[in-house]
C-alpha cells in the first residue's frame, strides 16, 4: 500500500476535500504535476484544469478548478482555488458561456498583454471543455 498525505481542496465557498490520498495529479502553472508523500516542498500557481484525487481507499475523484494557489510538503498538499467543483457536477453551459466570454475578451483586447492573456484563458478553458467531455 502507497503512503499517504493530507490533501485539502478549498474553494471561497466551501471545502470539497480533506482526506488522506496517495496521489494528487494538479494543473500546475509550469505543467501538470503529480504529488505524492514526501514531495518536495513547492509552492505554485494552478491554472484551470482538473484536479485528479487517488483516493487512500484506491478510488479517484476528479474536481474542475479555475486557477488558484498550491502549496506543498513532504505531509499535506493544500490547494485553494479561485472557483472549484466535482467534474459530475459541471455544468456544461457555463462552461460554454465562460468560454465564449473569453474569446470576446480576445477579440476585444486593445494591447498585446491583454490579447495574451486572453489567449492563454481560452486555450486553458478549451483543454477544460476537452477533458471533461
Not at 495529479?25 to 505543467?31: I, K, R, V, W
Not at 484544469?49 to 478510488?59: C, P, S
Not at 486572453?118 to 478553458?125: F, I, K, S, T, V
Amino acid at each position: 500500500m502507497a503512503q499517504t498525505f493530507k490533501f485539502e481542496l478549498v474553494s471561497p465557498e466551501r471545502l470539497l476535500v480533506s482526506a488522506e490520498v496517495e496521489a494528487v495529479m494538479a494543473p500546475a502553472s509550469e505543467g501538470d504535476m503529480t504529488v505524492m508523500a514526501n514531495h518536495a516542498p513547492v509552492m505554485t500557481a494552478v491554472r484551470p484544469g482538473v484536479v485528479t484525487v487517488k483516493t487512500a481507499a484506491g478510488g479517484q475523484e476528479r474536481y474542475v478548478v479555475f486557477g488558484g494557489f498550491a502549496d506543498i510538503t513532504p505531509t499535506a498538499f493544500t490547494l485553494l482555488a479561485e472557483q472549484a467543483t466535482p467534474v459530475a457536477d459541471i455544468d456544461r453551459a457555463a462552461l460554454a458561456k465562460r468560454i465564449q466570454d473569453a474569446r470576446e475578451d480576445f477579440a476585444d483586447a486593445r494591447d498585446d498583454a491583454a490579447k495574451t492573456k486572453a489567449g492563454e484563458m481560452l486555450d486553458q478553458l478549451t483543454t477544460l471543455e476537452k477533458a471533461v467531455a
